[in-house]
């Protein structure tokens, strides 16, 4: 591995190549300007990223070795508190504040809408995602499980007029709900008529009783455009639709207006992920992050793909061009607005070295590559733009506190200056999935409150953080009785509670998780209109299709007006956020309860860790043990491992007991990956490494700094890529 000397620190060669040939050509940026600022940024700010982690270890020390000497009552948390406080893990609030965030795009501060979360090294995802902007809400409905898939709307080779007609009801019902006429039905519509009135575009429609009425909210129709089709284009939550009419089109056919689809804005922001559903080890995988992050913003990605026989490229999409009721041209995006996910304070690379060849902070690396690469999105010859407001929005995750949220802050001011930037140019999103965070989140807000534009809620990794930092408490619940305990109901409302009291609701999103199940949107459509009545002005999905089913719900749901109500209620109760999920003493698990949670996790952390570390997959579509798809990805791993350490550490399992789960669902595991192309079983032998980076999870769990994975993880896909 060759790297290029500066005067502190080694830079790759692959590194120093990738940004001298691809990123500063086309930048005012030199390279002999470049190298010396990137120095600078890592090194003034390695001592304190190496401090804050010194500080969470020493932290979780005290709290170990305070359960182990009290009895933990969440009956009466006054002494609990007080500990928490003087070892400085409960910080004293401050006064109320307003975030004074600005430049803030409004796909953030003001469109509540769905949001993609996608591995930026898979240029497939990547696009499908930057592109789901606009989603054809007659295929997500005729496509997937929505419509029965039997009987007459059995889907056939070709197409099914049957269950058209269930697409066609389905989407008039939703038309007479955001797009009411002044009587009738969109049922009824057999014309939808473009006039000229008084110098203006107006919309009348023709019912087939041989009346015309107009729409009930004129205001709504906002444009159209005529080519093969005629768009017509409305706007309903500060969502925009288009109905695209055209007799001659095969679906058009069939529908008594000529209607041959309604186009969704649906995934309004994305989030391209170079953290938890990426598997980026080593350096070549690092310049794979970085060069897909500069095809989305220069718009130069491109990938090939076939598709019912027919291969063709896939690239970014371009704006939406229409004409206004005055004639006049404009535009809507064609693509989602981009976040960027960088990578924690506690992950290193190799990308750069010590001058003794100790590896850096992978999360300052990546501030200061995506913000650079991000720079084109600021040329006024761009090919496609991302932000207009000019700003560059980076979701910073696993923060523990006030403290890292600001040091988070103060890398993105020394990137800001070092590239010339102006003062708060970088936009922070935070994740609340660390449960120092989460019970400081005013606190965190308020170190952030120049940039924050995201917070959001997360199960998987709050809850591995929840069982890690009370490790020694005791047994946790099971996993499915987490779900419901008293914390996490708590920990949802306190999120929202806390950012509508810091003003999120007029700056930036306030965001709920993923909907894991891909395969399973009919059950999507009917629970996920949770998350906009909850507050949340978007919320996570795992496909371009799911985001356009559950943009129905924030035409639904207007979540402006939800959360001005939400603002009167009490806000969430700390002392419940406190609750730790144990299980309680008179609980007694019986075997088969205790075999039935082994088994669930030990598949399920198999199945996930089989395809990061043999191929280098961070997130896919991963079987349970009852077969139904899941959409994994690291945290996954950190809740599932973490809960079976905690297990295996207060004797309600054996090492034994273990091992042998592990050994079963190895080969269960096995069967359901029988027929993927290259996959390497785990049974009979069960010493590959991917069997060994998954037992290492458990076994080495409850020592593992805050329950993370991706050290081991990273450790054993190393070894499979240098084998």
């Known amino acids: 591995m060759q790297y290029i000397q500066l005067k502190q620190i080694k830079v790759a060669q692959q590194l120093v190549n990738f940004v001298d040939d691809k990123v500063l050509p086309g930048l005012s940026l030199k390279s002999t300007d470049f190298w010396p600022n990137f120095e600078s940024v890592i090194t003034r700010n390695l001592a304190e990223n190496n401090a804050l982690l010194l500080k969470r270890d020493e932290i979780q020390q005290q709290l170990d070795d305070w359960y182990r000497s009290h009895s933990y009552n969440q009956n009466d948390l006054g002494e609990y508190k007080q500990f928490l406080t003087d070892i400085g893990y409960l910080v004293e609030e401050g006064e109320d504040f307003k975030v004074s965030v600005v430049n803030v795009d409004r796909e953030i501060s003001t469109v509540a809408a769905p949001q993609l979360v996608v591995p930026i090294n898979n240029a497939r995802f990547a696009l499908n995602a930057a592109n789901a902007r606009w989603g054809s809400l007659f295929d997500a409905l005729y496509g997937t499980d929505m419509i029965a898939d039997s009987g007459i709307t059995a889907k056939a080779s070709g197409y099914n007029e049957k269950r058209g007609e269930q697409v066609f009801e389905f989407c008039q019902n939703w038309l007479d709900d955001v797009l009411p006429l002044t009587k009738g039905s969109h049922g009824l519509v057999v014309e939808y008529h473009l006039l000229q009135q008084n110098g203006n575009k107006a919309l009348q429609m023709e019912l087939a009783d041989g009346s015309t009425v107009a729409l009930k909210r004129p205001e709504q129709f906002i444009g159209y455009a005529q080519n093969k089709s005629l768009a017509l284009v409305f706007v309903h939550n500060e969502l925009h639709f288009e109905i695209s009419i055209n007799r001659d089109d095969p679906i058009g056919s069939f529908h008594r207006a000529g209607v041959r689809d309604i186009i969704l804005e649906a995934a309004v922001t994305t989030i391209e992920d170079c953290e938890d559903s990426v598997a980026a080890v080593d350096i070549e995988d690092k310049i794979e992050v970085y060069s897909n992050w500069l095809g989305l913003i220069d718009g130069s990605l491109s990938f090939e793909m076939s598709k019912g026989g027919k291969t063709f490229t896939r690239r970014l999409n371009p704006d939406r061009e229409y004409r206004d009721t005055q004639d006049s041209p404009f535009k809507l995006p064609g693509r989602s607005l981009m976040l960027i996910r960088n990578t924690g304070i506690h992950m290193k690379t190799d990308l750069a070295l010590t001058l003794d060849d100790q590896p850096l902070p992978e999360g300052i690396i ?313 996959y390497i079983a785990m049974a009979d032998g069960f010493d590959g490494l991917a069997f060994q980076a998954a037992m290492a999870l458990v076994l080495e769990g409850a020592e593992t700094a805050n329950g993370y994975t991706e050290d081991l993880l990273h450790a054993y896909r190393r070894r499979v890529k240098t084998a």
């Open 366 to 678: 990546d501030a200061l590559m995506t913000v650079l690469i991000s720079l084109h999105d600021r040329k006024s010859s761009r090919k496609f733009s991302n932000s207009a407001s000019g700003s560059i929005y980076i979701v910073k995750p696993k923060m523990h506190g006030p403290l890292e949220v600001a040091f988070s802050c103060k890398v993105f001011g020394d990137v800001e200056k070092a590239y010339g930037l102006p003062t708060n140019t970088i936009k922070i999103g935070i994740m609340d999935e660390e449960r120092r965070t989460t019970v400081n989140l005013k606190e965190c807000i308020r170190q952030a409150r120049e940039r924050v534009i995201f917070i959001n809620t997360g199960f998987l990794d709050r809850t591995g953080d929840e069982i890690h930092t009370s490790m020694e408490a005791g047994p946790m619940l099971p996993k499915a009785e987490i779900k419901k305990a008293r914390w996490i109901g708590a920990y949802e409302n306190w999120n929202v509670d806390v950012g509508l009291l810091c003003g999120l609701d007029v700056a930036g999103q306030i965001g709920k998780g993923m909907w894991a199940e891909p395969d399973r949107l009919l059950e999507m459509y009917k629970t996920k209109q949770a998350h906009p009545q909850a507050g949340a002005s978007c919320a996570w999905v795992p496909s371009p299709t799911a985001a356009t089913l559950h943009a129905l719900h924030y035409h639904k749901v207007n979540v402006k007006q939800i959360q001005q109500g939400l603002k009167q209620r009490p806000r969430a109760s700390l002392d419940d956020i406190l609750s730790v999920p144990l299980l309680p003493a008179e609980r007694q698990l019986t075997p088969a309860e205790i075999q039935s949670e082994l088994e669930n996790n030990a598949q399920g952390i198999l199945g996930y860790v089989v395809k990061w570390v043999d191929t280098g997959i961070g997130c896919s579509k991963v079987p349970d043990i009852h077969d139904t798809g899941l959409m994994e990805d690291r945290a996954t791993l950190r809740i599932s491992s973490q809960q079976l350490a905690n297990w295996l550490r207060h004797g309600l399992c054996s090492k034994q007991q273990l091992v042998e789960t592990f050994q079963r669902m190895a080969r269960v595991v096995d069967q359901q990956n029988a027929d993927s192309p290259g």
